[in-house]
């Protein structure tokens, strides 16, 4: 059964960092794209990042561009998504899913697959 968990999740103070996993199950990453997408209460689901096969290639969505990276180590099957500088509009379930490559932009996050059930960050102090 191919699975990503996404562990790391937690409450941190503004201005905190947080380290999201993103981890398989079932399959190698070594061939998919892996994004990172958030919900707040109330709100859509919304792309925050997404990473290349390779890892050659990111995307960032702008509210999180210059405090977030993504990166990934394939030997561990992780996909990672360092958080910094963090704000309480951070706050939200972080998922991470799969798919062959990268697609960003309105109506794409409907593309991606095997989807993690979530973990959830809150920024307050």
């Known amino acids: 059964q191919l699975q990503l968990v996404e562990s790391g999740g937690g409450l941190v103070q503004p201005g905190g960092s947080l380290r999201l996993s993103c981890a398989a199950s079932g399959f190698t990453l070594d061939y998919y794209a892996i994004g990172w997408f958030r919900q707040a209460p109330g709100k859509e689901r919304e792309g925050v990042s997404c990473i290349s096969s390779s890892g050659g290639s990111t995307n960032y969505a702008d509210s999180v561009k210059g405090r977030f990276t993504i990166s990934r180590d394939n030997a561990k099957n992780t996909v990672y998504l360092q958080m910094n500088s963090l704000k309480p509009e951070d706050t939200a379930v972080y998922y991470c899913?799969?798919?062959?490559?990268?697609?960003w932009g309105i109506g794409t996050i409907d593309k991606y697959e095997n989807w993690g059930q979530g973990t959830q960050v809150t920024v307050s102090s």
């Open positions: 899913a799969a798919r062959p490559y990268c697609l």
